[in-house]
């Protein structure tokens, strides 16, 4: 239910950000600016991916406590875990994720649904094994994503999360088609 009023909130506030660019003539700039690219970092333009860098260490910590919270409020209090704080320090997490890459690179579609569904197929549900492998797989395909993009068109270059986006929705809908079948992908 939580995903759905994300997307809720997100349409709304796109929507209203949508309006204030059309009218100060900003629709263009505000749409580069939400695509996906690296080309926006630059020397000494890179400096919130140190945070980025500070909040991966974080949730690398708490992997484990978030692998307990997946069991449920009941089975995450009896073992000592305070459900509703760690809760919205998750939230408050996935939040300044999300902003951070937008603010370095923009947005990145479909990334935060299917690495960790196939590395989740692949390996298993323990967020602390397999924390790795959803980090290397996700740096791989964004950084293949981000090779693509710069030479299916060259001299040009396309934007990342187009290239993300097709293959992510792809991905996305052969996961859908073969539902919860272990040899899924």
Request: with cysteine; glycine share 8%; hydrophobic share 50%.
């Amino acid at each position: 239910m939580l995903p759905l009023i994300g997307i809720i909130y997100s349409g709304i506030i796109g929507s209203v950000t949508e309006v204030i660019a059309y009218r100060f003539n900003l629709v263009q700039s505000m749409t580069a600016w939400t695509q996906g690219s690296f080309s926006m970092i630059q020397t000494h333009q890179y400096e919130w991916l140190f945070l980025g860098l500070i909040i991966l260490i974080a949730v690398w910590k708490l992997s484990q406590t978030f692998t307990i919270m997946n069991l449920g409020k009941e089975t995450s209090e009896s073992l000592g875990i305070s459900y509703s704080l760690l809760e919205k320090l998750a939230l408050f997490l996935v939040a300044l994720t999300t902003s951070v890459t937008m603010i370095t690179v923009g947005g990145l579609p479909f990334l935060g649904v299917i690495v960790p569904n196939l590395v989740r197929k692949r390996y298993g549900d323990n967020l602390s094994q397999t924390k790795l492998m959803v980090v290397l797989v996700g740096a791989n395909l964004v950084l293949a994503c981000d090779i693509l993009s710069r030479v299916l068109i060259r001299p040009y270059e396309l934007s990342v999360s187009l290239l993300l986006g097709i293959i992510g929705s792809l991905i996305f809908i052969l996961l859908l088609w073969r539902g919860g079948r272990k040899d899924a992908v």
